[in-house]
């Protein structure tokens, strides 16, 4: 009784363990199939390479199309935007020239119809000074400036320009000179009026072959140096200058 109980449990063991090993086998086998079998088909769907060459090459067109839409757009806007820098560069011509000094304007054309034969206008520095001798430096409100008239050999006047914003203050500025002068040592005021808005000569005893005339045209006040024999001249541009 004993050895037979002993049998049949042995051989429940036996057949219990030879079941197991057979269900392990099975599982594992197909398990490990199936896990490779997903993977291998996750690779596949992952993996398309004549479809992401599409999609480069599709995505190198775009590139490719916008460049050439942006280079496009920039021709376009170069030609659209090159009439308006043209009209700004021509403002900004004419904006030099409107400040340019009256004198400074004067064309080789003009100075030879006033009398001034082969002269030409030549900016030279403006030391604060007029006539060599009266001081308007704290004269801040002007825009000024100071020109040789001459033909490269011969200068035949020398001319400072003082421009205001308006005429009042140009009369006032003329009146203040006309006081210095008169303060100072070795000079005279001679009263004129012919030129202008109102003139004036300055008299030098030291400099008696030059003629130092001032006057008033609107918003400027001009001061002119130069030798006497060139008056008629002078007058000519004053007239010029007037109209």
Do not use: C
């Not at 036996?14 to 398990?31: E, H, I, P, R, S």
């Not at 004036?200 to 001009?222: E, P």
Request: no cysteine.
């Amino acid at each position: 009784m004993q050895k037979s109980t002993i049998f049949i449990i042995m051989l429940a063991v036996l057949t219990v363990g030879v079941l197991g090993k057979v269900f392990a086998y099975d599982y594992l086998t197909q398990g490990w199939a199936n896990i490779f079998a997903a993977e291998e088909q996750t690779q596949t769907q992952d993996y398309k390479p004549y479809i992401k060459s599409q999609k480069l090459a599709q995505t190198s067109q775009d590139a490719d199309t916008v460049t050439q839409g942006t280079t496009q757009d920039q021709t376009q806007t170069t030609q659209t935007e090159t009439p308006a820098q043209d009209a700004k560069l021509t403002e900004i011509q004419k904006l030099l020239e409107d400040i340019k000094l009256n004198t400074e304007k004067l064309t080789p054309e003009q100075l030879t119809s006033v009398g001034f034969k082969s002269a030409k206008i030549t900016p030279v520095t403006f030391e604060g000074r007029v006539f060599q001798i009266v001081d308007v430096s704290d004269i801040l409100n002007a825009h000024s400036g100071e020109f040789n008239i001459t033909d490269g050999k011969n200068i035949f006047a020398v001319v400072a320009e003082m421009q205001f914003q308006t005429q009042l203050e140009a009369q006032d500025v003329f009146n203040l000179v006309k006081t210095r002068i008169k303060g100072m040592p070795g000079v005279s005021i001679n009263e004129d009026n012919k030129s202008g808005d109102g003139s004036y000569f300055m008299n030098d005893s030291k400099r008696i072959g030059s003629a130092f005339l001032v006057v008033r045209i609107k918003n400027t006040v001009y001061f002119y140096t130069y030798p006497k024999t060139n008056n008629a001249f002078i007058k000519n541009l004053i007239i010029l200058l007037n109209q």
